[in-house]
Each structure stands twice: as structure tokens, then as C-alpha cells.
């Protein structure tokens, strides 16, 4: 429900942004390549109209990612699963300063997920489908739109998937 409704948001948003950029794209290819147009001036206001329409995309992703920040949801069902372990090694800590993630298998998994470290070792929080002690939560954070940081009434934070939560 949640998850049918986000992506769809973000579809539409992804859709209507990549059409103008592929027109323009295709407006600055014209230009280079047309001997006739001897200025530098279209080319040049095309170039920045991309890098816009570009920023654009990444300004509306990010709006809708905070718009389901503090939301109350439900547990609905379990179907959806995770793929990342309760704990896992990892050798390099993140993998940058600025993104504060780590590297398991393929999976990138938010320092938001990590419970805690103890040497080389990660333990993430528990999966909601593990144990039901309550049903109403607040999203906390958000990871590749898919998985849910969400928190319980008693602070208990719990990882899950987007298809298993409704809003309340």
C-alpha cells in the first residue's frame, strides 16, 4: 500500500525529470554537432538547463524522502523480507565521510541500521517481524526506499521492509 504509493511518486517524479533532461540532452548534441550555430551561448544556457533540471531530481527525491520522516505506520504483514544479517564483519568501517554506510555482500547497509559495533563486528537492530510487541511506529529513517528504520512507543528501534507497513 505504502510501498505501491511511494513508488509510484517517485516514478512520476523520475519520469517527468528524465524526459526534459533527455530533450535537452538531445537539444546540446544538436548544437555541437550543427556547423551553423557558431555561438557558445546556446550550448552553454542548454548545459546549465540540464544541470538544473539534474538538481531538480535530487531536491524532489530528498523532499519526499523527508515527507515520510515521523509518519506514524502499522505493521501490516511479514512478507517482505530483508537481506541483511543480524551481524556481519566488515573490514572498512564506511566507505566515505560524507556517506556514513557499510558494505555487506552487495547490500549497503545506512549507519542509522547499526545498533551498535563491537570491534570489527556490527550487530543491527532487530527485524519487526521477529517479535510484535507493538503495533503503532514511526518511521525513522528511510534506505533506498525499500527498507524502514522504525521506533515503537517504548524507543525500540526495528528494521523492516516498506511493503510491510501502512500508514496509519
Not at 523520475?14 to 554537432?33: K, R
Not at 542548454?46 to 523527508?66: E, H, M, N, P, Y
Amino acid at each position: 500500500m505504502l510501498f505501491e504509493t511511494i513508488c509510484k511518486k517517485k516514478n512520476k517524479i523520475m519520469i517527468s525529470h528524465l524526459t526534459v533532461s533527455i530533450l535537452l540532452a538531445g537539444l546540446l548534441v544538436y548544437l555541437i554537432i550543427e556547423p551553423r550555430v557558431q555561438s557558445i551561448l546556446p550550448g552553454a544556457l542548454t548545459s546549465l538547463l540540464l544541470v538544473f533540471v539534474i538538481l531538480s531530481i535530487l531536491s524532489q527525491i530528498v523532499k519526499l524522502k523527508k515527507s515520510l520522516i515521523g509518519k506514524d505506520v502499522v505493521l501490516i504483514s511479514h512478507d517482505a523480507s530483508i537481506p541483511y544479517p543480524s551481524k556481519f564483519k566488515c573490514k572498512s568501517t564506511t566507505l566515505g565521510k560524507i556517506i556514513k554506510s557499510y558494505g555487506y555482500k552487495s547490500h549497503q547497509i545506512p549507519e542509522s541500521f547499526v545498533e551498535f559495533m563491537e570491534g570489527r563486528t556490527i550487530y543491527l537492530y532487530k527485524k519487526a517481524d521477529q517479535d510484535e510487541g507493538s503495533s503503532n511506529y514511526k518511521i525513522i529513517d528511510i534506505h533506498q526506499f525499500k527498507y524502514v528504520l522504525i521506533e515503537d512507543e517504548t524507543k525500540k528501534k526495528k528494521i523492516t521492509h516498506l511493503k510491510n507497513i501502512a500508514m496509519q
